[in-house]
């Protein structure tokens, strides 16, 4: 079985641009998972989506949002960038509530 | 913000020995999971615990959990190079009222050098 994809690999955007950042999740996985991660702050959770619903949210801004499709792929959208949110974004699938999570390689967002 | 502290912060050994890391957490769970980090790359999972188990092994990893301690253990035997990492360990936290849901909290985490 295909593991997590993320795409791109790389971004670099500049302060007040928006970056679209999207997963894969593994075949028959339907929650989808973001975190971020940042020398500061480690691993956050953003927010969790199963069956295109969001289930799950983290304290983070509305500029941080996300959507999952119907074939369980996922995007998440960062509006107005800051300088704050160069980090490492990894998504993770899970069959369900309770079960392993397994992570991307996740998409290194710099922000100048 | 972070459920879980990880102790140590960081270890660092000889080829060979064992690895043992150490994870406390606040809150009742669901689970217990670790992960495995190289160099910010994605995180690979390791093994997960559920809240009613108190031991699982998977090739040279042992875990261990009590509840009652609100701590967990990640035992490495026979540690190779290729085991330097950063390890993490994730708890699920047993949803309020209301909740739902699949949300990871992660421990600060561990940085193990194994040298060889």
């Known amino acids: 079985k295909a593991g997590v994809t993320q795409t791109p690999r790389y971004l670099i955007k500049t302060r007040g641009q928006q970056v679209t950042l999207s997963c894969s999740p593994i075949?028959?996985?339907?929650?989808v998972s973001w975190y971020q991660q940042t020398p500061g702050q480690g691993l956050q959770f953003l927010f969790e989506?199963?069956?295109?619903?969001?289930?799950n949210k983290g304290n983070f801004p509305g500029r941080f949002s996300g959507r999952q499709f119907s074939n369980s792929r996922s995007e998440m959208n960062v509006s107005t960038l800051e300088l704050g949110d160069s980090a490492l974004y990894l998504c993770?699938?899970?069959?369900?509530?309770?079960?392993?999570?397994?992570f991307g390689p996740g998409t290194r967002l710099t922000v100048l | 913000s972070q459920q879980g502290e990880e102790d140590p912060q960081a270890l660092s050994i000889q080829e060979g020995e064992n690895a043992t890391m150490n994870c406390s957490y606040k809150t009742s769970i669901n689970n217990l999971q670790w992960y495995r980090q190289n160099s910010g790359r994605g995180l690979v999972h390791l093994i997960l615990i559920r809240s009613n188990e108190r031991e699982k092994h998977s090739g040279r990893l042992r875990v261990t959990l009590d509840t009652s301690k609100k701590s967990s253990s990640l035992l490495i035997t026979a540690s190779r190079a290729a085991d330097t990492a950063s390890y993490f360990c994730?708890?699920?936290?047993?949803?309020?009222?209301?909740?739902?849901?699949?949300?990871?909290?992660f421990g600060a985490g561990t940085i193990l050098r194994v040298k060889s």
């Open positions: 989506y199963f069956s295109e619903t969001q289930r």
């Open positions: 075949s028959g996985h339907r929650s």
């Open positions: 994730a708890t699920t936290p047993q949803p309020g009222p209301m909740e739902y849901g699949n949300k990871l909290v």
């Open positions: 993770a699938s899970s069959l369900d509530t309770a079960h392993e999570q397994f």
